[in-house]
C-alpha cells in the first residue's frame, strides 16, 4: 500500500508487493523499494520495466545502466530506489525490483500510470429560482468525456443528473459541484492535477444576496434584514432594495444601527465618523463602506424620510477574520482487499470533525462540523480530492 501527496511525489508508507502510481506527464517520480534491502554475496538486485532490464546492482554496488535508460534515471544506493525522469506516454506500465540469487524474489511492482494535465470545465446554469427569499438554481458542470447536473442554495449542493465520472476507472477524470465562499464552484480532476469554473451564487440568483456584491433590486419594503458576511480589511457596497424615487421634501439616510448617522442625501453630507471611509452613490442611492474592521458589525438601514417613513434597505453586516489553518492527524489505518481505509481527526478554531475516508470519499464519525449552531463560527469539512489518496481539510468562516 502507497500513499500518492501532492502531484507526484510517492511516499512510502507500508511494506506491499504491488503499488499504483499515478504521475503528471512530463514530471519526474521516485519508486522506492519500501522495504530493507541487504544483498548477500553473489546476489543482484534489478529494477525492470515490463520484460527490459532497466539497471543492475551488483552486491558490492556496482551499478550497470540499461543504455535506453541513460540520463533518463538516477538510482540510490542507499535504499534502492529509482528516480525516472520526464515521464511520458511511453512509460506507463509495471516497474518492478527484484533480487537474484539462489531464488529470485520480487520485492515490489509499481504500476505506473501517466495522465494528462485535466481540462478546464465549464460550468452553466440551467435555471433558477426564488422561494420565500432562498435561491435555488440548477447548474450543469461538463469536462472531458463527462457531465454532472446540480441543484443548489447558498450553502450546499445535492447532484440530480449526470455522472460524476465518464465511467467507473480511476483513469477517468472526476467532477464535483459544491458550494464555498458564496460560489458555486465546478471542480474536474484526476489523480494528478485539477481546475475549476466558479460562479457567484449573486450572479446565477440576483434576487438574494449573501457575500460580497448586493444587487439593487425592484421590490417592496424590506422585511427582514439581509446578514452580509464580510472579510476584515475588505469593501463592501450596500444598495437599496427597492425602487427608491425621491419626492421633493423627502431626504434619505443610511443609519448605523439605528441610530448612528453614515450619510444622507439630499444635500449630500457624510457624516464625521465616516468621512473618508464611505461613499454615496447619488445615480442608486448605494452606499460604499471602505476597509471594514471589527466595530463595523452590525445593523446598516437606508431609511427615506419626509411625508411617510419608510425603510428601503436593511443589512446585518458581520466582519469576520480570515480562518486559522486548520490541523489534520490520523487515528487509525487498514487496508482490506486491496482498499486502504484511514480515521481521521481535523481540528480548527473551537471545533473538530473526525472522518472515515477511503481513496474517493470522505464521511463524518464523530465531532461536529461547527463549534456551535451559529453563522460566526468556523465550518470544518474534510473532503477527498485532486488524488484518491490525499485527504483535504478545509476550514471557512461560515455564512
Request: with cysteine; hydrophobic share 35%.
Amino acid at each position: 500500500m502507497s500513499l500518492l501527496l501532492g502531484f507526484g511525489l510517492l511516499t512510502c508508507i507500508a511494506s506491499s508487493d504491488f503499488s499504483s502510481v499515478f504521475v503528471l506527464k512530463g514530471q519526474d517520480i521516485c519508486l522506492d523499494v519500501q522495504e530493507n534491502v541487504q544483498l548477500r554475496e553473489l546476489e543482484v538486485f534489478k529494477w525492470s520495466f515490463g520484460s527490459a532490464n532497466i539497471l543492475r546492482c551488483t552486491d558490492t554496488l556496482s551499478v550497470r545502466v540499461s543504455p535506453r535508460y541513460n540520463n533518463r534515471v538516477e538510482f540510490y544506493k542507499g535504499n534502492f530506489s529509482l528516480l525516472l525522469k520526464n515521464i511520458q506516454e511511453g512509460d506507463s506500465g509495471p516497474y518492478t525490483a527484484v533480487v537474484s540469487g539462489d531464488k529470485e524474489k520480487t520485492i515490489i511492482v509499481h504500476q505506473l500510470v501517466l495522465q494528462e494535465r485535466v481540462e478546464p470545465p465549464v460550468l452553466t446554469l440551467d435555471s433558477n429560482s426564488t422561494i420565500n427569499g432562498n435561491c435555488n438554481v440548477t447548474v450543469t458542470c461538463r469536462g472531458q468525456k463527462t457531465s454532472v447536473t446540480s441543484s443548489c442554495n447558498s450553502s450546499t449542493c445535492s447532484q440530480v443528473g449526470g455522472e460524476s465520472r465518464g465511467a467507473e476507472t480511476s483513469t477517468v477524470p472526476l467532477l464535483s459541484v459544491y458550494v464555498a465562499g458564496g460560489s458555486i464552484i465546478c471542480n474536474h480532476s484526476n489523480q494528478v492535477s485539477w481546475a475549476n469554473d466558479t460562479k457567484e451564487i449573486v450572479e446565477l440568483c440576483p434576487m438574494k444576496s449573501g457575500i460580497g456584491l448586493l444587487t439593487c433590486i425592484a421590490s417592496s419594503e424590506p422585511s427582514a434584514e439581509t446578514s452580509v458576511f464580510m472579510l476584515k480589511g475588505q469593501d463592501v457596497l450596500l444598495n437599496v432594495q427597492t425602487n427608491v424615487q425621491l419626492q421633493e421634501v423627502d431626504v434619505l439616510f443610511w443609519k448605523f444601527n439605528r441610530l448612528d448617522l453614515v450619510v444622507k442625501y439630499p444635500p449630500k453630507v457624510t457624516f464625521e465618523r465616516y468621512r473618508g471611509r464611505a461613499e454615496f452613490s447619488v445615480g442608486d442611492f448605494s452606499l460604499l463602506l471602505k476597509n471594514i474592521q471589527d466595530g463595523d458589525s452590525g445593523l446598516y438601514d437606508a431609511v427615506v424620510s419626509g411625508n411617510n417613513d419608510r425603510n428601503v434597505a436593511k443589512y446585518v453586516l458581520v466582519v469576520q477574520e480570515r480562518v486559522e489553518p486548520p490541523v489534520l492527524t490520523v487515528d487509525s489505518v487498514s487496508s482490506i482487499n486491496g482498499i486502504c481505509n484511514v480515521t481521521v481527526t481535523c481540528r480548527g478554531q473551537k471545533t473538530s470533525v473526525t472522518s472515515s475516508c477511503n481513496n474517493s470519499t470522505c464521511s463524518q464519525v464523530g465531532g461536529e462540523s461547527r463549534g456551535a449552531e451559529t453563522s460566526t463560527v468556523p465550518l470544518l469539512s474534510v473532503y477527498v480530492a485532486g488524488v484518491p489518496s490525499s485527504v483535504t481539510t478545509a476550514t471557512k468562516s461560515a455564512g
